[in-house]
């Protein structure tokens, strides 16, 4: 399980995506996500530790995605039309 990784297994771990949730992001990377700036804050910095592609699940308030090279981090709203009873698929109905 991911959250079971130490940080210096982190620094040597090659992925080319990773899926995380909020908590799973604050126990990797010690940023507390309230926002999606902070998840941004948080994609570059599992960036800089060799994950390539990174999304990060935020329930009600969407997604956010990273992906390597120039390409912005991009923070994929949830719809507020819909009524929300799994919020893991909430976040990807709008993508």
């Known amino acids: ?7 210096t297994a982190m620094k040597s ?9 909020l ?10 996500v309230r926002t999606p700036d902070d998840a941004i804050l ?4 599992l960036q800089s530790r060799g ?6 699940t935020m329930g009600e308030m ?15 709203t949830a719809p507020s039309d819909i009524s929300v009873v799994d919020t893991t698929v909430s976040s990807l109905i709008g993508s």
């Open 1 to 7: 399980m991911c959250a079971s990784l130490d940080q």
């Open 13 to 21: 771990l090659t992925l080319h995506y990773m899926w995380v949730y």
């Open 23 to 32: 908590i799973q992001t604050e126990l990797l990377t010690g940023i507390s």
């Open 42 to 45: 948080a994609c570059r910095d």
């Open 51 to 56: 994950c390539s592609r990174v999304i990060i």
């Open 62 to 76: 969407g997604c956010v995605v990273a992906t390597p090279g120039d390409s912005p981090t991009t923070h994929v």
